[in-house]
T-cell receptor
Framework: AQSVTQPDIHITVSEGASLELRCNYS??????LFWYVQSPGQGLQLLLK??????LVQGIKGFEAEFKRSQSSFNLRKPSVHWSDAAEYFC?????????????FGTGTRLTIIP | DAGITQSPRHKVTETGTPVTLRCHQT?????MYWYRQDPGHGLRLIHY???????DKGEVSDGYSVSRSKTEDFLLTLESATSSQTSVYFC????????????FGAGTRLSVL
C-alpha cells in the first residue's frame, strides 16, 4: 500500500529565512508526487507536481521540490519565506498504476512565520 | 475554486439525523471525490466517482454513501450521523488522464452533536 510521511507536524520560521518541509513516501512503482497548500478556512491548492523527467520541479509562489528516488523523498523548499506562506502543507503520492483515485495524503505540516 | 463549490459550508446537526453534502462543478470533469480532514490524519478518501452513476469506495467509506446522477453534482450522504463524523469534508474533481491533478472545493465543516 502507498503511504506518505510528513515527520514535522509544526515548523516555525522567521520571515526571510529559508524553508524545507520533509516528505517521505512509500510506493511500489514510479510515483506521482504532489505538494498542496491549505490556507486557514480554505481548500487545497496545488503548489507543484512531479510526474517524470527533471527531478527538481518548480511550482507557484517561489516553491520548488526535489524528487530523490534513492531516499524516497520529495522535500519542499523555498529560499526566503514571506508572512503569507503561513499555512498547512500536504504532500501526496499517486501513480500511473492506480490512477487519480488513489492519491494518498500525508498528515500535513503547519508552517508558522514569525517577524 | 477552479469551478467547484460545496454546500453548505457549515452545518451543525444531531446524532442520528441524515445529512447530505453537495458538491457542484462546472468543468465537466469525469472524476469527483469526497475526502474528510481530521487532525493527525490529513485527508482521507471516503468515496469517489469516475462517471455518472459510477462510484467506488475509498479508505474510510463506512457510514457514508454517495450518488452522482449528473456529471456536475456529487452528493455525500450520512444516513445516520454520528459524533465520529464531525469533520471537515472536501470535494475534489479531476480529469480522466493519469496526469490530471485534483482541484479542491473550499470545504464543509460538519459538527454532529
Amino acid at each position: 500500500a502507498q503511504s506518505v510521511t510528513q515527520p514535522d507536524i509544526h515548523i516555525t520560521v522567521s520571515e526571510g529565512a529559508s524553508l524545507e518541509l520533509r516528505c517521505n513516501y512509500s510506493y511500489g512503482a514510479t510515483p506521482y508526487l504532489f505538494w498542496y497548500v491549505q490556507s486557514p478556512g480554505q481548500g487545497l491548492q496545488l503548489l507543484l507536481k512531479y510526474f517524470s523527467g527533471d527531478t527538481l520541479v518548480q511550482g507557484i509562489k517561489g516553491f520548488e521540490a526535489e524528487f530523490k528516488r534513492s531516499q524516497s523523498s520529495f522535500n519542499l523548499r523555498k529560499p526566503s519565506v514571506h508572512w503569507s506562506d503561513a499555512a498547512e502543507y500536504f504532500c501526496a503520492v499517486g501513480g500511473l498504476n492506480f490512477g487519480n483515485e488513489k492519491l494518498t495524503f500525508g498528515t500535513g505540516t503547519r508552517l508558522t512565520i514569525i517577524p | 475554486d477552479a469551478g467547484i463549490t460545496q454546500s453548505p459550508r457549515h452545518k451543525v446537526t444531531e446524532t442520528g439525523t441524515p445529512v447530505t453534502l453537495r458538491c457542484h462543478q462546472t468543468e465537466n470533469h469525469r472524476y469527483m471525490y469526497w475526502y474528510r480532514q481530521d487532525p493527525g490524519h490529513g485527508l482521507r478518501l471516503i468515496h469517489y466517482s469516475y462517471g455518472v452513476k459510477d462510484t467506488d469506495k475509498g479508505e474510510v467509506s463506512d457510514g457514508y454513501s454517495v450518488s452522482r446522477s449528473k456529471t456536475e453534482d456529487f452528493l455525500l450522504t450520512l444516513e445516520s450521523a454520528t459524533s465520529s463524523q464531525t469533520s471537515v469534508y472536501f470535494c475534489a474533481m479531476s480529469g480522466a488522464g493519469t496526469e490530471d491533478i485534483q482541484y479542491f472545493g473550499a470545504g464543509t465543516r460538519l459538527s454532529v452533536l
